[in-house]
Each structure stands twice: as C-alpha cells, then as structure tokens.
C-alpha cells in the first residue's frame, strides 16, 4: 500500500497531541489497533508502551521484546501448555525464563513488574534478576514455576528491597530452609503482598512472619503454606491492614485454644484448611471472598457458613458442596461473581439440579467452572437465560455415574452460548455421545466472542470438527483432549478458524503415513510440536508402581522466533523443511 | 444402496452422513476395526440390509435389550454411518466373518462390551450416531486428569484420615437423590460439638507431611 516508502503517513496530529493521548490507551488491542496505523505510531507506541503480556513464550524471543519495547515496566510471560497443571507435560518440556531474566537485566531499565506463569526458573536467574534489578523490582510473581529452590529466594530476599509483591503460588520450590524468608524479614518494609500458598515451602518460621507484620505496614494479603494457626497468633495481631489470609493447619488436639486467636479487623478475603468454620462466624459477612478448596466441611458446614456470607463474590470450593449448598448460595449470595468447584474425592456431587438453581439465583454471575455428575439441556438453558453476565464458563462431567439423565446436550449448549453474549472463554469435558457433531457445530457457530476452548471427547467425526471450524471467529487459543479428529481434520481446522494461533491436542486419531496429514497446516511462521504417546510409572500413595499411559500430544502455534531449540527429547518438533 | 440409506434414514432421522470414506465396521461390542480400503461385496449389503429391516424398525427399549442380552453393532459405509440393535453376538460374528473373508484382513474379535457401549445403549442412544469404540475406549482408560495441586492435598489428607479406600465405588443406586448431609469418608463434620475420639486418627504434624 505504501508508495512512496520515504514520506511519512500524514495523520493529520502533532506527535505531542498523541504523547497526551496515549497514556490513556493502555488495552493490548487498542495499542495494537494504534501501532499499525503509521510507523510513527508504531514508534510511538513502542517507546511508550507499558505492560506486554507474552501469551506463550515461544511465539517470540526476548530480545525481539527488548527491541521493540525498551520501556516497558510490566511484564507478564506463560511457558508450558495449561495441561502442565494436569501433569499431562514433561516437567523438562520447557519454558525457560533465562533468555527473559537476561533481558530484562541487560536493556529493561524500566521494569518494575514481572510475572512469570507455568515456566522453569533456575535458581541462577533469580540471582541475576536480583543483582540487576533488585535496587528497583517492585513485583514478582512465579506462579505455577519449578526448577529452583530457596537459595535463589534467598536472592531475592536480601536483594529486592523494593519488592511490594513476592507470589510463588503453585510453584515447586526445592527447599533446604527458611532463611530466605528471614530475609525478606530482615530487608523489607514495604511489602504489601507475601503468597507461597500452595507449596510445600515448611520451615518457614512464624517469627518470621510476625517480625514482616510489624515491619510492613501495608501488608494486605499474605497466604502461606501449612503453618501451624496457633503459632500465629500474634501474626495476626501485627497485621493490622490484612485484608487476605490464606493457608495455615489446624493440628493441635486442644481444639479450645483456637478460640483465643482473633482475626484481623479487616479480613474480607479468607482460605482456611480446616473444619473450624464457627471461629469465622463473627466476620462472615464482611467476607468477599471464601478459598474451601483445602477445607474439611462437608455439605451441612457449607450451608451453615455460607449462608452467613450475604456479601460473598468469590467461592472456591469442592463437589462436597453439592447441590443443597448451591441452594444456599443462591438464596444468600446474591453478589456472588465467580464460582469455582474443584473435584472432590467423596461421595457428594454437584449435578443439574444445583446448576439451575444457582443460575436463578446468582445473577451477576461472570465466571462458572465446576465439575459435575450429571447434567441435561434445561439446567444449560437456564444458564443461558439467567447468566448474562457470564464470561468465563466450564463444565467438566465427572464419569461417576454409568449414563447421565439427558443427552445428547447439543440444544442445551446452544442455547447457553445464544444467552451468555459476554461469553470469551468455554470449557466443556464431557464423555463420547454427550455431546455430537450437530453440537460441536452449535459451538462453532455460537460463541463469536469467545477467544479460548477447551474440548473434552466432544463430536464424535470428522464433520464435527468440520463444522466447528466453519466458525468461532474470534478463537486464539484452542485446547481439546480425547477427540476422534484424524490429523487431516486438525489440520483442516487450523488452517480454517481465522483468528487461531495456538492448538494443542491429546489423543487423536494418528494417522498411519506419520505426521504428513499434519503438515498440511504448516505454515511460515507456525511451529508443530509433537509428543508422542508416552507410558509413565509413578508410584502411587501406597509406594505401588502406578503406569499411566499418555495419548500422543500436538502443539502448534504462531511464532516469530522459529522452531525451538531447546526441547528435550520426548518433544519432536515438525519441520516441513527436513 | 442408495434405497436402503434412503430407508435408514426414514427410521433413522438422525443418522449423519460422514465425509466419504472407505468402508468400515465397528463392532461396538469390541473393539474391531477394520484398516484401510474396504470393499464390501453386494450380496454382503443384501444380507445387511436385510438385517437391517428385521431390527430398525424396532427401537430397543431399555428392558427389551437387556432381557436379550444384545449388542449394538455400527457400520460405516459409503459414507453413511447405521446403528443396529438387538443384534445377536452369533449373528455378529457371521457378519463380521462375511465382511472379514470380503476384505481380507484379520479381524481382532474380542468379545468384551466396553462400558461405554452399554452405557449408552439405553433408549435414546440409538438414534444418535455413536462415536467409534477406539474413542469409548480412551474415555474409559483414561481418568480426568486432576489439578495437581488438588490431588496432593487430597492424597495427604486421605493418609491422616488413615483412608485406605480413596475411590469409594460411585455406582450407589442414591447417589443422585443424595443432597442432604454427606457421610462420606472424605469429610467429617466436626462442627461446635465434641470430636469423636474414634474419628480422629493420631496426625503427624501437618508441615512434616
């Protein structure tokens, strides 16, 4: 379109006017809109742009990011497939943050926020990272991360004396003590935010922990590990701005003495692994946000203390729930905005019966993942009816029950889809027959919103999957397990959904000629990753060998950075040119 | 050929015509599948269709399945995909002989229904298409991944219960019908009253698991 390459789009506004203006345009899309106007925009927008989100680290490298974005302070980075969190990934897959670490040391200046999700950190990064912008890093976030241990903690905590927000959420942290803890104890008085729930982080000390209350006034959410409750009693009285507590163990056998420990003032968001609700009954209703994943109640606990919570917006829970607890929560928590129900391992199941009823109940419902026993096309019609607010929805069906009331659900599904508008993510892990190819077209043709799907043994052809592929115009990022899609189909539908720039795939039909179906969707610019049927021995809880078989993978996905070079070797990387 | 799809289809609205390929048969009590190009001679379509007009016309209840002890039985042909019922395992067995000795490949015969075949064969199965068995298959060996951080704490805890028997079998007749307070052995209501002594096991320290 350019002619003359030399002369400058005249857009018409000064450079000054749109330094005024930009700062106010911090969305991802609308920067992009705005960096292919002109290339002085670009410019512009390069040298002014703020937070950069790198979906998946190998679409790019880091210095490609340090060239173009030399000013940006935030920076959030995702390694390995979400199914890593499912333990379907090799743990050496990849994902290294060292070429990011680097960057950032040698040309970032700027950055002040980093957050790296699902990726392996070394304990050598994180002393790099330290040593170069510890006098400036106010966040850090290694959620979900494995490959170091306390010794590179120890980095950061004598370090980043800046640090507001240190998160190793759901990391794997070898650890060989405490004192990177102390540390942060004996450095910090600023921080705001301390999250190492999830781990198996132990010997941290409670004094430690006290000694971060009574230095930092700020401190507003901290989450830990099992850390006896009782010894943090005066935790607690330090703390006296907390709004988030997390984590912690209830062992001691004098149950009285757990009435001696007061929670402080403002506590409003709260996970608690224990069966001592009544202690929480005196501030129920200030809490707007409950974590029951690693709590002992059952069904009965869970009306009693929900109902006691009018001002609930968040709720993580089990299936222990049930469909009576659904009940409660939608007669009493009326403001309830996200709900999440993880898979429990007992007897009590969450089904239909407990879906309508929330869907009634709960209307300013954004965000609904639960696992479910049994579920029919009304109870999905009424979510498609009353949830409008929904933009994040995912059903997985539990395969406790030998058939299911009502099936197949593809009315139901289009129905939901039809309703929630707002609808951007959709997760649906069904069984084969729930749900057919008539229902997989549905989905495509439905949900022109919706950025990612993950599909579980939905469709049961080829057709499906064709139809499928006729729509989901806005679909990026693609995720389906148990499918009877042969390697031409994929291939077909990578090629055909229009705005897809990742798919990952387990269990599929191969094909006999290896791997040539799949390079149909080869493009410039597209990496196809295989992982090949693998068999697995863990040893189970009773030291029993436990032989997991793993369905061949496919990841493929937009990249500027070309194939990988860093992949071990249970990864094949496809590469139409060998 | 084309008037016994026509008349499938009369019996069968639902029946969806797959995207042209060579012709396969999946017992759907086995896992039997035959590779490659299939040609199926025409005195084998008459002897299916005939099959086919003795027991579409007759959708399998519930009760009626069971009382025969039948298996379903899938065919993909030319591009269009038939489910037959209450067809006898003998009868079975001829067919796919036939259909063996036409395309002459070995045929891996195996008896066993897969729970999924039976789980679906209930009324309104079989006016759907049904995926293949390799796909019933893998649904079956394969159990729902769980989130790995929900599983350890799940495993810890059931070792200080002193649980053995993590999976309690899910097929209680009143699982469903089950909304009032759970007994189950993953939870244990401690509530204001006093704990049961014999309810509790004697824990390790909580940070030592």
Known sequence: ?578 | MEEEAESRDQLKPNTVAVKQVAGDIAADNGVAKLGGSVELESETLGFLSQKNSQNCSLPASGVNALSLALSQLTIFYDGKVCVFDAIPVEKMREIMLIATTAAGNTVDMKNAATDCATALASQQAQLYPLPGASLCKLHAELPIARRHSLQRFLEKRRDRLGNRNPYPAPSTPNTKTNLGAATSPESVCFGTSPVRPDELQPKAPAHAA
């Open chain 1, 1 to 578: 379109m350019e002619e003359r390459r030399t002369a400058p789009f005249n857009t018409g506004m000064p450079d000054a006017v749109l330094k005024c203006v930009l700062p106010y345009l911090d969305g991802p899309r609308d920067r992009a809109s705005i960096s292919l106007v002109c290339r002085r925009w670009y410019e512009l927008d390069s040298a002014s742009r703020k937070h950069i989100t790198i979906a998946f680290c190998y679409t790019t490298t880091a210095d490609r990011l340090g060239r173009r974005f030399p000013a940006v302070e935030s920076l959030k980075v995702k390694g390995k497939p979400r199914a890593a969190m499912y333990d379907l990934i090799p743990d050496d897959w990849g994902g290294y943050v060292r070429p990011w670490v680097q960057e950032v040391a040698a040309n970032l200046d700027r950055l002040r926020w980093l957050h790296f999700r699902r990726m392996i950190v070394r304990d050598s990064d994180l002393e790099v990272l330290a040593r170069s912008r510890g006098g400036v890093l106010r966040a850090l976030k290694l959620d979900k991360c494995s490959g170091f241990s306390t010794d590179g903690l120890f980095h950061i905590g004598s370090m980043c004396r800046e640090l507001r927000t240190l998160c190793l959420e759901e990391s794997s942290i070898v650890e060989l003590d405490g004192q990177w803890l102390h540390e942060i104890a004996m450095n910090n008085s600023i921080l705001e935010t301390l999250n190492f729930y999830r781990t198996d982080l132990v010997q941290v000390s409670f004094e430690d922990l006290e000694r971060i209350a009574r230095n930092c006034c700020n401190l507003t959410s901290v989450k830990i590990s099992n850390c006896e409750i009782l010894d943090l009693v005066g935790f607690f009285r330090a703390a006296a701005v907390l709004e988030e507590f997390c984590g912690g163990s209830f062992n001691n056998e004098q149950s009285d003495r757990y009435n001696a420990v007061t929670f402080p003032p403002k506590l409003c968001r709260l996970g608690l692994g224990s069966h001592r609700m009544p202690s929480v009954f005196p501030f129920a209703s200030l809490l707007n946000k409950l974590d029951l994943l690693y709590a002992l109640l059952d069904t009965e606990d869970h009306c009693l203390l929900i109902q006691r919570c009018p001002n609930l917006e968040i709720l993580e829970t089990r299936t222990v729930i049930g469909d009576r607890g659904l009940e409660v929560l939608a007669q009493s928590c009326k403001k309830l905005k996200r709900l999440r129900i993880e898979r429990g391992s007992g007897n009590v199941s969450v089904s239909h019966r407990g879906l309508t009823v929330l869907a009634q109940g709960c209307l300013a419902l954004e965000y609904l993942a639960v696992y479910v026993s049994d579920i029919t096309n009304a109870s999905l019609e009424s979510i498609g009816t009353y949830s409008k607010n929904l933009c994040d929805f995912r059903l997985a069906l539990l395969d406790r029950e030998e058939t299911i009331t009502d099936f197949p659900l593809d009315n139901g599904v289009r129905a939901l889809l039809r309703g929630c508008e707002k609808l951007r993510r959709l997760a649906l892990y069904l069984r084969p027959g729930v749900l057919t190819d008539v229902g997989l077209g549905y989905i495509g043709r439905y949900s022109p919103n919706v950025r990612w799907m993950f599909l579980g043994y939905v469709g049961s052809s080829d057709t499906g999957l064709f139809e499928f592929s006729k729509g989901c115009p806005s679909l990026q990022k693609l995720e389906m397990m148990g499918c009877c899609f042969s390697e031409r189909a994929l291939a077909h539908a990578a090629l055909q959904l229009p705005s897809l720039r990742y798919l990952w795939v387990q269990g599929y039909q191969t094909s006999s000629q290896s791997s040539d179906d799949l390079l149909a969707m080869a493009r410039p610019c597209r990496n196809i990753e295989l992982i090949p049927a693998r068999r697995v021995i863990t040893t189970d809880q009773v030291e029993e060998a436990v032989v997991l078989e793993h369905p061949a993978q496919i990841l493929a996905y937009c990249s500027l950075a070309g194939p990988r070079t860093d992949f071990p070797e249970t990864v094949i990387s496809l590469d139409p040119v060998l």
